[in-house]
């Protein structure tokens, strides 16, 4: 970009969508819990795995974060741009956050979480 400001919508992207999903691991006793003792390992592997067999990678970026703040509600995952949370806890539920909405551009309504700062 030359010395002109930039606008968000012209600067390329590079993936059409994001997703950032907790991984930090506290011990089970922790107050605030967390995503890694509530069991996100195992989906997370999977979600990594099934964008890769869907042939998403070029499309969908997946990236292991840290902590996303809500640590009793885990395991969470965030998908940008829509910004939209979600709550999987099976296998199966990966499997659809990936078909509906990582493919489809589709909600999974059942397993979307919608939380304030308040």
Same mark, same amino acid.
């Given at each position: 970009?030359? !010395?002109?400001?930039? *606008?968000?919508?012209?600067? =390329?992207?590079?993936? +059409?969508r994001h997703v950032f999903a907790c991984h930090t691991q506290r =011990?089970?006793?922790?107050?605030?819990?967390?995503?890694?003792? $509530?069991?996100?390992?195992?989906? /997370? &592997?999977?979600? !990594? !795995? +099934?964008?890769? $067999?869907?042939?998403?990678?070029?499309?969908?970026g997946f990236t292991a974060s840290g902590c996303l703040g809500f640590?009793? $509600?885990?395991?969470?995952?965030?998908?940008?741009?829509?910004?939209? /949370?979600? *709550? =999987?806890?099976?296998?199966?539920?990966?499997?659809?956050?990936?078909? &509906?909405?990582?493919?489809?551009?589709?909600?999974?309504?059942?397993?979307?979480?919608?939380? !304030?700062? $308040?």
């Amino acid at each position: 970009m030359d !010395s002109q400001v930039a *606008r968000f919508e012209d600067v =390329p992207q590079l993936y +059409k969508r994001h997703v950032f999903a907790c991984h930090t691991q506290r =011990p089970p006793t922790h107050p605030r819990g967390s995503c890694g003792a $509530a069991g996100a390992q195992p989906l /997370w &592997e999977r979600l !990594s !795995s +099934k964008i890769e $067999a869907e042939g998403l990678s070029a499309d969908v970026g997946f990236t292991a974060s840290g902590c996303l703040g809500f640590c009793s $509600a885990g395991p969470l995952m965030v998908v940008y741009p829509e910004g939209i /949370w979600y *709550r =999987p806890s099976t296998p199966e539920d990966v499997d659809e956050i990936v078909e &509906e909405h990582l493919k489809n551009g589709q909600l999974v309504d059942r397993l979307v979480m919608v939380f !304030s700062r $308040a």
